[in-house]
């Protein structure tokens, strides 16, 4: 019998900011939601921020309200503004003394460079170097892992106009996959089935239909750096991951269009789901024999 010392950990996955592009509030979007790319990543004693778009801001309001705001680690896959214009509305980072780590691939200049152009006249009305809490950043590598509390974190880079990096999270015996703003062209993305590989949960960009992307219906997508749920199937059956998150969706998909992606999907590979604001996914850790015994 498990005893409460040998109680395994959890990894778990919230969604609080769903679309690509652009936020997306009203009717349309109610049950999927409509801000832009915000996860948070948790286990029992860590907490990492996946993007920082417009669904960070009811993010930092819950961690301030809750009293978990004093270190916060947000991962950037990269800078354009659908993933980072929730930043200058995160309350943790106008509280006095709070510590936010950034980390981030290399994208050409220092990230930090880049978040204080974002927060500088006349853009913003705040500079990021006026706020009262403390911040670090950290360059994350490809084919070097990175402690971040209890969970470790892998990187590659992805197909997208400028540098944007996918991230592959480790806690004891569960990793989950995040690849979002990335496309596949003609073969699944070998890098990025690599860094995928033998992970239990894909969160990936699908943000197109298969005929959206050929042009099939509209101009093509090709080369404009999203991708569809049949790639991100192609890469969960190539990587041998059990679980599909479709995710980023497109702006102008309303709920019911991404719920008949979902249905879609599944009639090819039924471990997919759409990512909803406000849903959990709960990976527990796998017991082993003797811990189950």
């Given at each position: 019998?498990?005893?409460?010392?040998?109680?395994?950990?959890e990894?778990?996955?919230?969604?609080?900011g769903?679309?690509?592009?652009?936020?997306?509030?009203?009717?349309?979007?109610?049950?999927?939601?409509g801000?832009?790319?915000?996860?948070?990543?948790?286990?029992?004693?860590?907490?990492?921020?996946?993007?920082a778009?417009?669904?960070?801001?009811?993010?930092?309001?819950?961690?301030?309200?809750?009293?978990?705001?004093?270190?916060?680690?947000?991962?950037?896959?990269?800078?354009?503004?659908d993933?980072?214009?929730?930043?200058?509305?995160?309350?943790?980072?106008?509280?006095?003394?709070?510590?936010?780590?950034?980390?981030?691939?290399?994208?050409?200049?220092?990230?930090?460079?880049?978040?204080?152009?974002?927060?500088?006249?006349?853009?913003?009305?705040?500079?990021?170097?006026?706020?009262?809490?403390?911040?670090?950043?950290?360059?994350?590598?490809?084919?070097?892992?990175?402690?971040?509390?209890?969970?470790?974190?892998?990187?590659?880079?992805?197909?997208?106009?400028?540098?944007?990096?996918?991230?592959?999270?480790?806690?004891?015996?569960?990793?989950?996959?995040?690849?979002?703003?990335?496309?596949?062209?003609?073969?699944?993305?070998?890098?990025?089935?690599?860094?995928?590989?033998?992970?239990?949960?894909?969160?990936?960009?699908?943000?197109?239909?298969p005929?959206?992307?050929?042009?099939?219906?509209g101009?093509?997508?090709?080369?404009?750096?999203?991708?569809?749920?049949?790639?991100?199937?192609?890469?969960?059956?190539?990587?041998?991951?059990?679980?599909?998150?479709?995710?980023?969706?497109?702006?102008?998909?309303?709920?019911?269009?991404?719920?008949?992606?979902?249905?879609?999907a599944?009639?090819?590979?039924?471990?997919?789901?759409?990512?909803?604001?406000?849903?959990?996914?709960?990976?527990?850790a796998?017991?082993?024999?003797?811990?189950?015994?």
């Amino acid at each position: 019998m498990e005893t409460a010392s040998m109680q395994p950990s959890e990894l778990s996955v919230r969604f609080w900011g769903v679309r690509g592009s652009l936020p997306t509030p009203g009717p349309r979007t109610v049950r999927v939601g409509g801000n832009t790319a915000c996860v948070e990543v948790t286990t029992p004693t860590t907490r990492l921020i996946l993007d920082a778009g417009s669904g960070l801001r009811a993010l930092g309001d819950e961690l301030v309200a809750s009293g978990q705001h004093q270190e916060t680690t947000l991962l950037l896959s990269h800078v354009h503004w659908d993933h980072v214009m929730g930043l200058p509305f995160f309350t943790p980072l106008y509280m006095p003394g709070a510590k936010i780590r950034f980390a981030s691939g290399y994208h050409g200049k220092p990230l930090r460079e880049f978040l204080h152009r974002q927060m500088s006249a006349p853009m913003f009305p705040v500079d990021l170097g006026q706020v009262p809490s403390l911040h670090e950043f950290i360059e994350l590598w490809e084919g070097r892992c990175t402690a971040l509390g209890d969970i470790t974190v892998e990187i590659c880079p992805l197909n997208h106009p400028d540098p944007v990096y996918a991230f592959r999270l480790t806690h004891g015996d569960r990793s989950i996959v995040y690849a979002t703003d990335t496309e596949h062209y003609a073969c699944v993305d070998p890098r990025l089935l690599r860094l995928a590989r033998g992970a239990d949960l894909l969160i990936y960009d699908a943000q197109y239909t298969p005929e959206e992307y050929a042009g099939q219906d509209g101009p093509a997508r090709v080369g404009w750096g999203h991708s569809t749920f049949q790639a991100g199937i192609e890469l969960c059956q190539a990587a041998h991951i059990p679980a599909l998150v479709l995710f980023h969706h497109d702006p102008r998909r309303s709920d019911d269009q991404v719920e008949a992606l979902v249905r879609r999907a599944r009639d090819v590979f039924p471990g997919t789901c759409a990512a909803v604001e406000g849903d959990w996914i709960r990976l527990p850790a796998q017991l082993t024999g003797q811990q189950a015994a």
